[in-house]
């Protein structure tokens, strides 16, 4: 049962499924190829499948909940990192204001819908961390290695002139061994975060095909003489309680 609402992105068209929104037909893979001059990997036709990721996460209200639900989950009521440094003890990570669980809350919803999160870590003279900033990761792209990051508002426009390139994010240990005017482009840098764990199966499980059918076996009456039993359906990750 799917809405008769269209959309088109990326010159492709698809439907937002109010029941089956993880079906294969319905969900659009993306395409990666390097940026032509530059060494940064285009995600998506024009460079726009994360608006598309966007755009499922508010026009589909079952993988929505499913979302916050998990964003709620990781957050909680509260959070707090020990030890914090000096500049931290009130729970703001910058001049802006931000909290800690405001950041936290940013970053697994970005983690949840993109597979990822990033954050702006400014250093003081010293080399160590004086302010941090969550980032959009709509708008970040990077290069093969991971070492750059360039950042945007405008991705898949014509007209483009706000990038802005970040080095890639160094432990104090590395940072120490550089240079003066190394250490000054490092002063701010992008720590990225991205999900790369694949089940050994291959594939994330689709809810319909691989578990619903599951669950479909298991209301069979020739089950009735199983109680109490866990079954665990998890692609291989090794998740048995």
Partial sequence: MSSTKQNKTQGASFSFAAIDPYIETNILLPTERVYAGRDMVEWGTR???PDYLLELYNNVPTLR????GNIDYVAGNEVT?????PEFANQEMNRRGDT???QVK???KDFEIYGGFALQVIRNLAGEVAEVYYV??????TNKEGDVFYYSEKWGKSSRTDMVVYPAFMPKLEWDKLSDEERNRHASSI????NVHTPPAGYFGNPELDIGRVCVQLANPDFKYMTGETLTLEGGLGLRP
């Fill in 47 to 49: 460079n726009a499948y």
């Fill in 65 to 68: 909940s499913i979302i916050n």
């Fill in 81 to 85: 990192i020990a030890p914090l440094q």
């Fill in 100 to 102: 800690i669980r405001e």
């Fill in 106 to 108: 940013d970053i697994a």
């Fill in 136 to 141: 959009d990761m709509r708008y970040l792209r």
């Fill in 191 to 194: 720590l990225f975060v991205k």
